[in-house]
Every structure is written in C-alpha cells, then in structure tokens.
C-alpha cells in the first residue's frame, strides 16, 4: 500500500513539474576567502568540470577589491580532485577558460607599460593535474585600446562571468578574440583567430567607414570552421534625430565575406543577438522589436524624422534566418508578444472603443540570454531593467546641478521576467511574462536575477526569492525581496517550469532556511549539455549545486 501512494505521489509530481529535476550536490567546504562567487564552469571531456572562483577583499559586493581565482577540478560526483589558486598581480585579468581532450587552459591579459602592449597569454595544464605552464599567444598595442580592457581592470567591475572579448566554437576548435581599437575618426578593430592548442590561425585588422561613436558592437562569434561574424549598431543622423539600425558582417582570414543590414520602416529592432545552431549554413539572429505609438495607436509606417509626439514601445520578438554562403536574409518574422503574455503581466487589461489594448505597454526590456533547447527549439530570456539615479543635497539643502559637492548614489531594479519559446525556423510557440520586483545598490549583486535553461520539453527559470509569493490582482502571484531583502534565513530557490505549450508550475528546489548556504541565482552557469550549476554561500561556508534532467 506504501508503495502505491508513493508511485502515485512520483507521477502526481512529475505531471505537475514535468519532468523531474536531478539535484547534486558538493560536500560543504570552507575556504579562507569569506567572499567568493562562481565565475564560469568548464567541461573537462571526462565527465568532470573545472570552476574558477574569483575571490575579493572587502565587506560589501559593491565596495570589494578581487584579489584573485580559485581553480578548482572536481569528478563527476562533485568531489573536489585539485585546487590552484592564481593570485592577480597588477595589471593583470582573467578574460577566458576551456579545456580540449588533452589540457585545461586560462587565458590572462597582462599590460606592459613600458613596451605599449598588452600580452595574451595562455595558462595551461594536463587534465588531471595542476602544474601550469604559459606561452605569448599575441600582443595588441594598448594605446589605442578601447573601453574593453580599462573595464576589465576597474575595481567597481564585478561581473564575473569569463565571456568579456572572447568567444568559442561550438565545437571547442576555434577561439575568438576581439579588440575595438578607439580612433575618433574611424572605426578599428582587432580580430584574432585561434585553434583549440591556442595556435594563431589568422588575425586581421578591420576598419569600418563609421565614427568610433556611431559604431557599437554588440556581439561576435566564430564557428566550426573558423569565420567571425560581427554583429553592430550603427548609428546615423544629427544630434536630434539619431537613429540606428543593426548590421551583421562575415569575416575570415581574406577579409570581408558579406553584410547584412537589417532595416524597417514598419518596426524598429530594439535588441538583438546571434544564435548559432548545428546546420552551418544558417546563422539565426534573434532580439525584440519596436513599434511607434502614438495618440493611442500603433504607427504602422512612418519616416522616422517625422516622429513627433509618441515613443517605441516593444512590441515582440523578431528572427532573422541568415544564410551564411550568400549573407542573405532567408526568412524574418516580427511576432506579437502573445495575449497570455499580457494577461501574466496586467491581468484583464482594457481595451478602448477600437478594441485596442489600452496601458498594456513593455518598456526597459534587457535582452539576458538566448540559446537552444535540446530539440532545436530556441528559448529568449529577458528582463526589466532600470538604473535609478539620486541626487545628494548640498550642504545648504538645495540642489545645485554645478556644485562639486554634488554627489549621485544608484539603485538597480530588477523587473520582470520573460521567457519566449520559439520553433527552429522562429515561429514563435509562447511567451510568458514572470512577475517580480528587486531592487539592488550594486550591479553584480548575484541575487539580483535569475538564470534559465531547456530540456526538451520544458524550460526552467531558477531565481532566489523571499519565502512568501506577493500577491497581485486576478489571483496573479509576484516574487519579492522582503522588507530585509534576500536573505539566507527568509528566501528560497524556486524552480518556474514552463511545459512545450508554456502551461506554468512552481516549485520551491531549496529552502535556504534550512540549507547550509543561499544560491546565487543570477550566477547560474549552464552547460552543453543544458544542464546548469549554481554555487552558493553563507559567510565561509560554500557549495556548489549541479541541476540536471
């Protein structure tokens, strides 16, 4: 009888969450660095990961000072095998790590002031062991560097994820690194291409016929056969009508291949990103899109130097399908955020006399994560976001906008969630909007936000929030910090799962009242394989948690 309440019990939960989740977890260990967070998880090709670890000095996130790395090798099983500590000197950065069938390399950026140069090299070690050795991969005069590395180095940066100027090859063979060299006059560009060993394939300077503050990068990726693709905003226009449009360009060791512009006088791509999938020959470029609203209506098509009185609000998601041999576009589709979408968000929301949907508008939208499930469905992660800016009195009570005793202090707000699920060709299946509202004093604050992955069937979003759900109208349910914020003792790490047709479930993973540390649930690190880490904390304890499906 036992065992048929609780096969009952295993189906009744697998219906409601799917499909089940596996959760491993390390032992609890202790290290002599109180603050210390998870940077990026790498996959040894043995069944095992290495984790490097920044570590920092200070009390506070917004207030440290990293002091270094903690490399770290464990099995399968989360056991820890071998530990190596990298102490940062002066001028010095990690920027990338991955590992082939043979070695396990982290890639540092060192700056040579007296030669002019920042050196690239390349630290590296047999898997299973910790005896590192180094080589030169290159040098890039430092004088012309842009905001890139200056960023890097600064203090106040604490975003740790190790993606910064470099991107990999699905298939681990290629390594892409790229400078923006500033030059007010044009645009300038350092592009390296390097093989799974870190042996320079091919480099290339690129100059684009733009101003350096009329061009902006917004991503790059290699591929399997070694091409850079190049994907900018450009802008165009005076001072009071500045306007921008997106452009991808195809780079490899003879120059440029091709580019591709993406204009519409019917929309306005707010956001976008590339996606890369198994087929090579097609490149899918994926983000949100604009529409002009005004006097209460839509803008269908209009010149955009006539916009007066209105402003763009988002709209939904568009996809471009790019094929890579000819650099044209073979399908594009701006799809509608969906009605459930607006009802996750507003609950009944009214329409006016022309049946249009009244104050239902999408704004502040950061474009987080984009990448493919397992069946070659391709999952969006957005969110709002805000920076708020308070201005300190002067000392005699008034506000004095010239005053040098002036000072600003900024607050983040971390807005709502929203997951879109798209087929292989961009048709858009459903999108869902997650209510939440946290706000934080730093930027890096790693309990801020959340992180998503993909089975097959299901998407999951992972955030840490307060113990008790807020309460909104229509029955609608909102996460929140609490009056005293996220903390160890008043939070959980909830699991949102989302079925192939978007149906929601909610599932409380850990109760961080009775767990040893709280996970960091912006921080999330997932693999290939989809599955995804989370490292959590609580003063010098740590662990490290490994979901799977």
């Not at 202790?30 to 000095?57: C, H, Q, W």
């Not at 090798?73 to 043979?102: G, P, V």
């Not at 590395?149 to 994820?161: F, G, I, P, V």
Request: with cysteine; hydrophobic share 35%; charged share 25%.
């Amino acid at each position: 009888m036992k065992n048929s309440i609780l096969v009952f019990a295993l189906l009744l939960i697998n219906s409601i969450f799917g499909q089940a989740l596996k959760v491993d977890k390390s032992p609890v260990y202790n290290d002599n660095k109180k603050l210390s967070e998870l940077a990026t998880m790498v996959d040894d090709n043995r069944g095992g990961v290495y984790a490097i670890r920044p570590y920092f000095a200070g009390m506070l996130w917004s207030k440290s000072v990293k002091i270094g790395y903690y490399i770290e090798h464990y099995n399968s099983d989360l056991k820890l095998l071998k530990t190596h500590t990298y102490k940062l000197e002066k001028n010095k950065e990690i920027a990338a790590a991955f590992a082939n069938d043979k070695q396990f390399y982290f890639v540092t950026y060192q700056k040579d002031r007296k030669a002019r140069k920042i050196n690239v090299i390349a630290h590296y070690t047999t898997i299973g062991e910790m005896k590192f050795k180094s080589k030169t991969l290159f040098s890039v005069p430092s004088e012309n560097i842009n905001s890139f590395y200056y960023d890097l180095m600064r203090e106040s940066r604490k975003n740790t994820a190790l993606v910064s100027n470099v991107s990999f090859s699905q298939d681990s063979k290629y390594a892409l690194f790229y400078f923006d060299m500033y030059n007010r006059k044009e645009e300038k560009h350092r592009v390296y291409v390097l093989n799974s060993e870190m042996d320079l394939v091919w480099s290339k300077e690129i100059k684009f016929q733009y101003k350096d503050r009329d061009f902006d990068v917004e991503d790059f990726q290699v591929t399997n056969d070694g091409t850079a693709y190049i994907l900018a905003k450009v802008f165009e226009g005076g001072l009071f009508n500045r306007q921008y449009h997106y452009v991808l360009y195809k780079f490899n060791k003879e120059g440029l291949q091709g580019k591709v512009p993406f204009v519409s006088n019917q929309y306005y791509v707010s956001s976008l990103k590339m996606l890369r999938g198994k087929d090579q020959d097609t490149l899918n470029i994926v983000g949100f899109y604009s529409q002009y609203y005004s006097r209460g209506a839509y803008v269908d098509a209009f010149d955009p130097a006539d916009a007066k009185g209105g402003s763009y609000r988002v709209r939904g998601v568009c996809t471009y399908q790019i094929a890579t041999n000819t650099m044209r576009i073979n399908t594009q589709q701006f799809q509608q955020f969906s009605s459930q979408f607006i009802a996750d968000k507003y609950g009944k929301v009214r329409r006016g006399n022309s049946g249009r949907i009244r104050n239902a508008t999408v704004d502040n939208i950061v474009l987080r994560d984009v990448f493919y499930a397992p069946n070659g469905d391709m999952i969006v992660a957005a969110e709002e976001f805000e920076m708020n800016v308070q201005q300190t009195p002067t000392t005699y009570g008034t506000y004095n906008q010239y005053s040098p005793t002036n000072t600003a202090s900024y607050s983040y707000t971390y807005g709502d969630a929203m997951l879109l699920r798209l087929d292989a060709k961009g048709k858009l299946i459903w999108s869902r909007n997650i209510n939440k509202s946290m706000t934080s004093q730093s930027l890096y604050n790693p309990l801020s936000s959340f992180s998503v992955t993909a089975s097959d069937d299901n998407v999951y979003l992972f955030l840490t929030a307060n113990k008790k759900l807020g309460k909104l109208s229509k029955g609608r349910s909102t996460f929140k910090e609490g009056f005293s914020g996220v903390t160890k003792y008043n939070s959980k790490l909830y699991a949102i799962t989302f079925d192939a047709l978007g149906k929601r479930s909610v599932r409380p993973l850990i109760d961080n009242k009775t767990s040893d540390v709280i996970y960091y649930s912006k921080l999330g690190i997932r693999m290939p394989d989809n599955s995804i880490y989370f490292f959590g904390r609580f003063r010098r304890d740590k662990q490290l948690m490994h979901i799977i499906f």
